[in-house]
């Protein structure tokens, strides 16, 4: 009896195994092959390996630490890279939390595949996103501790207001300064020509509402008229 249960028991087996030997695969594939394409030669990437050079300064806000690590140095290559995948390896390689606004690109006819093209060398992951989202007429802005890829209308529909110091150098010539500003840094984007940006003084500070490209070049703008008032007027009495 013993004998017979277990010759009956291979048998069933045998036949058990060669059953599920010859279903086909749940996920397509033929029968015996690798449902998850283990088999397959691996797609060869269209990136090479972002390099990144320079270090953040500890003890920021998430936010400030963002900003930070978008001087960062660095190189990439995207060929035909599918944006969500380019913004993938970008959030990887300089660890900066990184979100596509689904939602506002299909509002405007783009998906998150939309397809990326750029190579360079040696530029800040600023120039970088910036020159990548530029063909595709997107913009980033920084909130709730995420940079967030999204349209320009978006972006305008969500302005950032920021205040920001106004240098020794120039105190007493705040009204020239704004001028400056309303002139030099995309002067359509100001409400003085229909613009969603406003810019305020109060005191001694600037109070500035306008998306976060606008916002980095008010800043480059203000160092760059502190820079060079201080190198023509080294003994100016506020310096003192």
Known sequence: MAIRLVTSLVGSLFFCGTLLAQVSDPFGGAPGSDPFGGGAEAAKPTVRTTKVTGKTTEGLTAEQSIRK?????????????????????????YDVPILVDVRSLEEIGLSATEPVNLSLTGVSLRSFLTLMLRDLELTYMIKNEILIVTTIEAAEMDLIARVYPIPDSIIGNAEQLVEAIHGAVVPDTWDLLGGPSTITVVGQVLVVSSIEAVHEQVVDLIQQIDAVTIAQNPNHPNLE
């Open 69 to 93: 690590k978008l001087s960062l140095v660095g190189e990439g290559a995207f060929v035909d890279k599918p944006l969500r995948e380019a913004v993938a390896e970008l959030s990887q390689a």
